[in-house]
């Protein structure tokens, strides 16, 4: 890892509802040549949580109350 690459898939579970906005995160990792991602997508948080249980590194999220948001 001198080069400051990796030589394996970094993986990468993803938890959003909108689909487009899943492509645009897929794209932007898609746009990084010095990583090579695994991308899975859920849509639902609890989806998410089973399939990481024995396998989370790393666990960011952001949701937005539409109530709050207006």
Request: proline share 3%; net charge negative.
């Amino acid at each position: 890892m001198i080069d400051g690459s990796f030589s394996q898939n970094i993986d990468v579970l993803l938890v959003e509802d909108d689909l487009g906005d899943a492509d645009l995160i897929e794209d932007y990792l898609d746009s990084i040549p010095e990583f090579s991602f695994e991308l899975k997508r859920c849509v639902r948080l609890q989806e998410a949580l089973q399939r990481a249980k024995h396998h989370l590194i790393l666990f960011y999220w952001t949701y937005h109350y539409p109530t709050v948001m207006g």
